[in-house]
Structures are given as structure tokens and as C-alpha cells.
């Protein structure tokens, strides 16, 4: 439910199975259900930039010590992800997926807009427009957790 390490735990699943298995690119997939507080992970820059993401989800930019204004979950420096640090970039050139709650994108677009002095259902309709690539849009964690499950998937509660 908070932004970060949902994607620590998905990088160092999908690095255990290569350490038992070998290499599992195309084999294996990891469905990630960002949900609740984490629902921010799933924005692109352009969100970040034009609305309070980082004092909203208290995310700092490691750049700047500064409320982040950019997704810093995007991409990490080649020293942290050798590290074990997750990224959005990393995750999905492996495969990943990554499923965005619906309700929980609500629940933020009705905080932004009241910092914003905008109408909520034009903050929300600009956040469905802003998932990162390849992102999918689901009515709610609830929902895409079940979906996923009856896919096949394990649950994992990060």
C-alpha cells in the first residue's frame, strides 16, 4: 500500500527465480496491484510536475531532498539496482505488469484537486490519461488482486 517497496519485493523475486532457475526472461511475470497510498507509483513525470504528488504521498526526491516532483520510482542508477533497488523501468522490461486502482486514483484526484482548486472529476479524468506505458487501469485493488489470482497468480501481500 506505500509507495517504494512493492518494487524492491518484485526486483528481488524476480532475481531469486533466476538464482534457482536461471535466467526467466519471458517465463516468469510479476503483476504488481498499486493500490491505496502506492496508486502514485502508476503516474508518469507529467502528474508529478503539474500536481503536490510528493508532499501528498510524502515522497522526497533523493536529487533534491525536496518534495518529489517527478515519479523517483521511474528508473534507479545502475549502483542502486545492482543494489536490489526496484524500478518502474526495470520491472517492465522484464515483463511486469502493472495493474492501477481505479478508486484509490479517486480518492487522490479528490486531494489534488481540492490543493489545486480544480474539479475532481477533471483531476481524475487527467490522472487516467497519466499511467505510466503499459499500465491498466482497474476499478480497484480488490478487483485486480482477484483478477489476477484467478489468472493463476500467487498473492503476495508486500
Request: glycine share 10%; hydrophobic share 40%; with cysteine.
Amino acid at each position: 500500500p506505500m509507495p517504494g517497496s512493492v518494487l524492491d519485493l518484485a526486483t528481488r523475486y524476480y532475481k531469486n527465480i533466476d538464482t534457482v532457475y536461471g535466467p526467466s526472461a519471458g517465463r516468469v511475470c510479476v503483476v504488481l496491484n498499486l493500490r491505496t497510498r502506492s496508486v502514485s507509483t502508476g503516474l508518469a513525470d507529467a502528474i508529478w510536475k503539474k500536481y503536490p504528488l510528493g508532499e501528498d504521498v510524502k515522497v522526497t526526491d533523493p536529487d533534491t531532498s525536496a518534495p518529489a516532483r517527478r515519479n523517483v520510482d521511474m528508473r534507479v542508477s545502475a549502483e542502486k539496482a545492482a543494489q536490489g533497488y526496484g524500478s518502474l523501468e526495470n520491472l517492465q522490461a522484464r515483463g511486469a505488469i502493472f495493474l492501477i486502482c481505479d478508486f484509490a486514483l479517486e480518492h487522490l484526484s479528490n486531494r489534488l484537486a481540492t490543493a489545486a482548486g480544480a474539479k475532481a472529476d477533471d483531476v481524475h479524468a487527467e490522472l487516467r490519461g497519466n499511467l505510466v506505458r503499459g499500465a491498466v487501469l482497474v476499478p480497484s485493488g480488490i478487483f485486480g488482486s482477484l483478477e489476477a489470482q484467478n489468472a493463476g497468480c500467487a498473492f503476495f501481500p508486500g
